[in-house]
DNA sequence: AAAGCACCCTGTACGC
DNA sequence: TGCGTACAGGGTGCTT
């Protein structure tokens, strides 16, 4: 769930509370959740080193260390915060990252799908991902060149992290939607015009959400690093509303189902 | 290269 | 009331 305006929400949370800091111990109560060193030599070697940046690539949250980095990716579930080590944990919290301070940087995760790795460079575990969708350097010229070398359709692509990194299933059908683009339609298909739309549709929404920290849904509960909540989603116009009007002309949000995701669009709009 | 699907998990929704 | 089952979702990996 958390996608990159929610991840860069909780690293810019966590930096302010974390730079400087130094782990003193690390407690792993379900050990799948690391994946790299081996659980017990991810906390030993995690001892002793200090935080010297919180930043985010793709829907990562890296933790720059005087040697080497800490990943931690939140997937559906997943949720940090820094508490009080004194403080009652919950059932759910499945990593615990003793601090210099006296207290506690908690990975909670009720579906316990998220990960963490702790390695040298952090290209060890980022390498493969695409562009960020948000840097200066994604011009559109570039990002239209990426377009016209795929000829897949363009919800699968957008979830694609290794073709851009960052969308989920939120912020790729609220881009389509601002770009006026049905998800079927294939990548290399696009005029010169819609590449145009869709570059500035993802990078305006993305900036947005960022903007308001973050979509928290009613059924899920995201929340960053400090436990708010963000504000996105008053502005979510066909994630999740099925059936409801579209805002722009008042046809009915239809659902399909493309790469096993479901992907909302306005049959009108997006045609 | 694209696409479909199983898998990993568990809370929630729904049918009976 | 309570049980069983389907489903959601990010990403990887396998198969077609």
């Not at 990078?203 to 690093?225: I, K, N, P, Q, W």
Request: charged share 25%; net charge positive; proline share 4%.
């Amino acid at each position: 769930m958390p996608e990159l305006p929610e991840v860069e929400t909780v690293a810019r949370g966590l930096s302010e509370l974390l730079v400087g800091r130094r782990f003193t111990a690390v407690h792993i109560r379900w050990p799948r959740t690391v994946v790299q060193p081996e659980a017990e030599r991810f906390a030993q070697e995690l001892v002793g080193r200090e935080i010297r940046s919180v930043g985010r690539r793709g829907k990562y949250v890296v933790m720059g260390l005087d040697r080497g980095c800490l990943l931690i990716h939140l997937k559906m579930s997943g949720r940090l915060s820094v508490e009080p080590a004194g403080d009652p944990v919950d059932g759910h919290t499945h990593t615990l990252f003793d601090l210099d301070d006296g207290f506690q940087l908690r990975f909670r995760d009720v579906r316990k799908f998220g990960r963490v790795y702790l390695v040298q460079e952090m290209d060890q575990v980022t390498g493969i991902l695409g562009p960020e969708p948000l840097a200066e350097d994604l011009t559109l010229e570039g990002f239209a060149a990426l377009l016209a070398r795929r000829s897949g359709r363009l919800k699968a692509l957008l979830l694609n992290q290794t073709f851009l990194a960052g969308l989920g299933n939120i912020y790729a059908d609220e881009s389509l939607f601002a770009a006026g683009l049905h998800p079927l339609r294939k990548a290399n298909s696009l005029t010169a015009e819609e590449q145009a739309r869709l570059y500035h549709a993802i990078r305006g929404v993305l900036s947005r959400a960022v903007d308001g920290r973050g979509t928290t849904l009613e059924d899920r509960g995201y929340v960053d690093a400090t436990g708010q909540p963000g504000s996105y989603q008053t502005r979510i116009a066909v994630y999740g509303r099925t059936g409801e009007p579209c805002a722009v002309c008042g046809a009915a949000i239809e659902r399909i189902v493309v790469g096993g995701r479901s992907t909302h669009y306005c049959p009108r709009c997006q045609a």
